[in-house]
């Protein structure tokens, strides 16, 4: 699938040093700041509503491909691998890397320089790796990232028809 958009709510805030792949969408009230180091994106990703993503200049933000970022969640300088799925209000500190299709729980807190092995389930605070996701949790994150992509589609199509009105 290579879709050939960006869909950036009117209402959140993108600035500084963000790089954001095709496919990808920021939602309501989200915060993008990349002022003091980079930020970027992967392809087929959403940020949802009131997430906040931030760096320091020592740790900049990389999140790959096909990744939910849950509502509230607070992303700071840090690294989350393709195919992963930010819970609703986790917080993920500097230095953190999650791997490659990982599930970080609602509200985990993700504490400084934590590394999650590709394939973890991670919950609790301070985050604990509880197992490994089997191959229908791992396939769910890379279909849910692609639920997001269909919605932000949607969403451009409605503003469309607003301008042509």
């Given amino acids: 699938m290579e879709e050939q958009f960006i869909y950036m709510a009117k209402e959140s805030v993108v600035k500084g040093q963000v790089k954001i792949g095709q496919g990808t969408s920021i939602w309501y009230h989200a915060t993008v700041r990349g002022d003091k180091a980079p930020i970027e994106i992967g392809e087929y990703t959403n940020v949802q509503d009131n997430a906040v993503l931030h760096v ?10 096909y990744v939910t970022i849950g509502h509230g969640a607070i992303i700071h300088g840090c690294t989350i691998g393709d195919e992963s799925l ?6 993920i500190l500097n230095g953190a890397k999650i791997g490659k299709h990982c599930v970080v729980g609602a509200g985990a807190l993700i504490t400084q320089n934590m590394e999650v092995p590709d394939g973890s389930l991670i919950f609790g ?5 509880r197992r ?3 191959e229908e949790e791992k396939a ?7 639920g997001y992509v269909k ?5 451009l199509e409605k503003v469309e028809r607003k301008e042509e009105m």
């Avoid at 605070?125 to 790796?129: D, F, L, S, V, Y």
């Fill in 140 to 146: 769910y994150n890379r279909k849910n990232a692609m």
């Fill in 56 to 65: 320091d200049a020592e740790n900049p933000v990389v999140i790959g491909d």
């Fill in 125 to 129: 605070n301070p985050g604990k790796i």
């Fill in 132 to 134: 490994v996701l089997t």
């Fill in 86 to 91: 930010i819970g609703m209000g986790a917080v």
């Fill in 151 to 155: 919605e932000a589609k949607e969403e």
